[in-house]
Nanobody, 117 residues
Framework: QVQLVESGGGLVQPGGSLRLSCTASGSIFSSNVMGWYRQAPGKARELVSTKSTGGNTNYADSVKGRFTISRDNAKNTVYLEMNSLKPEDTAVYYC???????????WGKGTLVTVSS
């Protein structure tokens, strides 16, 4: 089994910054894709950004140029640096770990990010 634990959410003013972290533990396949999704109230969960162990990176258009994903493969940890935050970024942010070769997808419990003045 794989466990994902997120941290770093909170309340921030528009234009501010936050950094999310997520650490995976358990039986982790060496080749995987870690990333972040978010779900705003009343909306479907959507992709924010993902990054593979090989370095391939993907961003949603809505966060390009503002958010940066990084990962420390040795620590099984992924980070999301969020800058120039907007009220529409308010959501629960979920960490994910995808193992394509096995078709497995794991989720964290989520961390709330609120952007408000």
């Amino acid at each position: 089994q794989v466990q994902l634990v997120e941290s770093g959410g909170g309340l921030v003013q528009p234009g501010g910054s936050l950094r999310l972290s997520c650490t995976a533990s358990g039986s982790i396949f060496s080749s995987n894709v870690m990333g972040w999704y978010r779900q705003a109230p009343g909306k479907a969960r959507e992709l924010v950004s993902t990054k593979s162990t090989g370095g391939n990176t993907n961003y949603a258009d809505s966060v390009k140029g503002r958010f940066t994903i990084s990962r420390d493969n040795a620590k099984n940890t992924v980070y999301l640096e969020m800058n120039s935050l907007k009220p529409e970024d308010t959501a629960v942010y979920y960490c994910s770990l995808h193992v394509p070769v096995h078709g497995m997808l794991y989720w964290g419990k989520g961390t709330l990010v609120t952007v408000s003045s």
